[in-house]
Every structure is written in structure tokens, then in C-alpha cells.
């Protein structure tokens, strides 16, 4: 998931061919008078499918939560050819806390929620979202903006922020994000769990509802998100 590892280790020279007639398949119409984005699009390594109402599952890390003084730790990670099991290990990874983990601090990881919570019910609809101590997890579903526009907002903004704060002058966010779009209702059920149980799964609190950077908290008795 490294720049420098990407091209040679995760390129898939088969790739453009099928992103190439993925577009041809879904392409950009207009719908009264305004344009309704629905693309492919491809990183190097995997194919990625970004339009209105499709919702996804994002996750966007610091720059330094894979350090590269920790190198053993993740690299042969980066080797695994299953993409599916090489993202759960390089998520486990993220859970172990490496880096500085700036979002640690509750200054900086409120910046992120109210930033990601910013155009809900806008640009996009929430349904659920967490602010670990070194990445974020969001699932959303984009209206009329795409989303690698919306996460480079989110992204973009906090980086000011938190460096304006800091006084530092460094990157915050890795360049790059790992996205997965939703099959179904339980597609969407599975990833909901996995996100507000993240804070519980890295030994950070006993229940998902306690962590102060996650949807949880906002469910009501019968799961509905509520704020």
C-alpha cells in the first residue's frame, strides 16, 4: 500500500483493458440538466467504482502509521496476492497503534468527525464512521459529488487544520485510500459492525457505544443512527 512498493508489487498489467470497458459499460449521463457522474477507475492495482447512490467503505490513514523504521512489521504484507486478505491484515496492522497516532489526541480526532460529518444529508449520507487513533473508517453513499472528491475534501481540510494547530509543516494523510463498494443489505450490516467494533477489537474501550469518535454512540434501541 506504499508508494514506493505500489508499481512493482500490486500492478495488474491486465487492469486497464477491464477498467476500460467497465466505463464503456457505466458512462457519465445527464439527468436535467446536471451531469450524474458513474465511472471506473483504477491505482495501479485494483479496479474502482466510484457513482451516485453507490455506497461504499473507505478507510484513509496517516502518513506514518506504516513506519518505515518498523519495516519487517508490514512489509511482507504487501506481498500476499489475495487482495481481500491482504487488506484485513494491512487493517490489522493499522490497529496496532504504529506511528505518532496525531488522532489520538481528542482536539485533532474531533476535527476529523465533524469534518466527515460535515455534508451528511448533502454531498453524501452517513451510515457509519470511526476515528482511530492513526486511520479513519467511513461508510457513506454519495450523492451528486464523487467520492474521491469527497474523501480529498475531508482529507484536505483536516490536514490544514491539524497542521495549523501543530505548527508543522508535514503530511498528514497518506497520499492513497482503500475503497469498497456495498453488494447488499448485508454487505452493508457486516461492514456497519466491523467499523463501530474497531475501538473494541484494538483493546481501546470494552464497548463500541464509549468511543467518542464513532457512530455508535449515536445509535438508538433499535440501531437507527440518530444526530
Known amino acids: 500500500m506504499l508508494q514506493g512498493n505500489r508499481a512493482k508489487l500490486l500492478y495488474n498489467p491486465a ?44 478507510t484513509f490513514r496517516v502518513a506514518d502509521s506504516f513506519p518505515s523504521a518498523l519495516r519487517s512489521e508490514w512489509e511482507g504484507m504487501l506481498k500476499v496476492e489475495d487482495a481481500v486478505e491482504k487488506r484485513r491484515l494491512l487493517e490489522n496492522y493499522l490497529d496496532k497503534g504504529r506511528g505518532e497516532c496525531l488522532l489520538r489526541r481528542a482536539e485533532f480526532a474531533t476535527i476529523i468527525e465533524n469534518s466527515v460529518r460535515f455534508f451528511h444529508g448533502e454531498r453524501y449520507e452517513l451510515d457509519s464512521w470511526v476515528v ?59 461492514t456497519r459492525r466491523y467499523i463501530e467494533a474497531n475501538p473494541v477489537k484494538a483493546f481501546l474501550v470494552r464497548e463500541a457505544k464509549d468511543w467518542p469518535w464513532s457512530s455508535a454512540r449515536f445509535r438508538d434501541t433499535f440501531g437507527r443512527l440518530v444526530f
Open 132 to 190: 482511530m487513533p492513526n486511520h479513519v473508517h467511513v461508510l457513506f453513499t454519495p450523492k451528486d459529488h464523487p467520492m474521491s472528491q469527497i474523501i480529498e475534501s475531508w482529507k484536505k481540510f483536516t490536514a490544514h487544520e491539524v497542521n495549523r494547530r501543530t505548527e508543522r509543516n508535514g503530511k498528514l494523510w497518506f497520499n492513497d485510500y482503500w475503497d469498497t463498494y456495498m453488494r447488499d443489505e448485508r454487505h452493508v450490516l457486516r
Open 15 to 58: 487492469l486497464r483493458e477491464l477498467v476500460a470497458d467497465k466505463r464503456k459499460w457505466s458512462k457519465a449521463t445527464v439527468q436535467a440538466g446536471k451531469q450524474r457522474f458513474s465511472s471506473w477507475n483504477e491505482r495501479g492495482f485494483l479496479p474502482h467504482r466510484d457513482e451516485p447512490g453507490l455506497t461504499q467503505f473507505v
